[in-house]
C-alpha cells in the first residue's frame, strides 16, 4: 500500500505539470500583437555612397539619430522603398575624400519636396582624417542646415 503523503506529492506534481502545459497552451492560442493600429513613427533614411567610410556613415547616423527625436533613422541604399508620409530620405553627397581632406552635403527628400545642403569641406595637415574628425564633420552638416533639422525636429511625434 502506498504512503499517503506520497501519492498527495504525486498528485501536486501531476498538478503543476498540468497547469504548465494547459498554461502554455492558452498562451499559444492567442492572437500574435498586432501593430497595425499603432501609428508609426516617422523613418529618417540614410543613404551613404559605398566609397565613403564606414566611420563617417556611422557618425552621420549617431548625428541624425541626436537630431532626430522622435523618430528612427535608418541606413537605407539610394533605391529606398517609397517614402511614407513624414518620412526624410537623407543622403551625403561626399565630393571629395582622400586621406586627409573630405567635403561634402547632405540632401534630403520628403513627400512633400527636398533640398541641398551647403558643400563643406575638412582639410587636415598635420594626420589623417579620424573618427573624431568625421564626428565634427557630421555635427557641422547639420548645423549648417538649420532647415532640416527643424524638418526632423517637426516630424516628432
Same mark, same amino acid.
Given at each position: 500500500m502506498s504512503h499517503p503523503r506520497a501519492v498527495t506529492a504525486l498528485s501536486r506534481r501531476?498538478?503543476?505539470?498540468?497547469?504548465?502545459?494547459?498554461?502554455?497552451?492558452a498562451c499559444m492560442s492567442l492572437p500574435a500583437?498586432?501593430?497595425?493600429?499603432?501609428?508609426a513613427r516617422p523613418l529618417v533614411l540614410l543613404s551613404c555612397p559605398a566609397e565613403a567610410p564606414e566611420a563617417l556613415c556611422r557618425s552621420l547616423t549617431q548625428a541624425l539619430t541626436r537630431a532626430a527625436t522622435?523618430?528612427?533613422?535608418?541606413?537605407?541604399?539610394?533605391?529606398?522603398p517609397a517614402l511614407r508620409p513624414g518620412d526624410t530620405a537623407v543622403t551625403l553627397d561626399v565630393t571629395r575624400?582622400?586621406?586627409a581632406a573630405l567635403s561634402g552635403r547632405l540632401d534630403w527628400q520628403g513627400? &512633400?519636396?527636398?533640398? &541641398?545642403g551647403a558643400v563643406l569641406r575638412l582639410d587636415v595637415m598635420d594626420a589623417g582624417l579620424e573618427a573624431i574628425d568625421y &564626428?565634427?564633420?557630421?555635427? &557641422?552638416?547639420?548645423r549648417v542646415w538649420p532647415a532640416l533639422v527643424a524638418r526632423l525636429h517637426a516630424a516628432a511625434p
Open positions: 501531476v498538478f503543476t505539470e498540468s497547469s504548465i502545459l494547459l498554461t502554455f497552451l500583437p498586432s501593430y497595425a493600429d499603432r501609428p522622435g523618430q528612427i533613422v535608418r541606413q537605407a541604399p539610394v533605391d529606398a575624400h582622400g586621406p513627400t &512633400d519636396g527636398g533640398g &541641398d &564626428d565634427d564633420f557630421t555635427r &557641422d552638416l547639420l
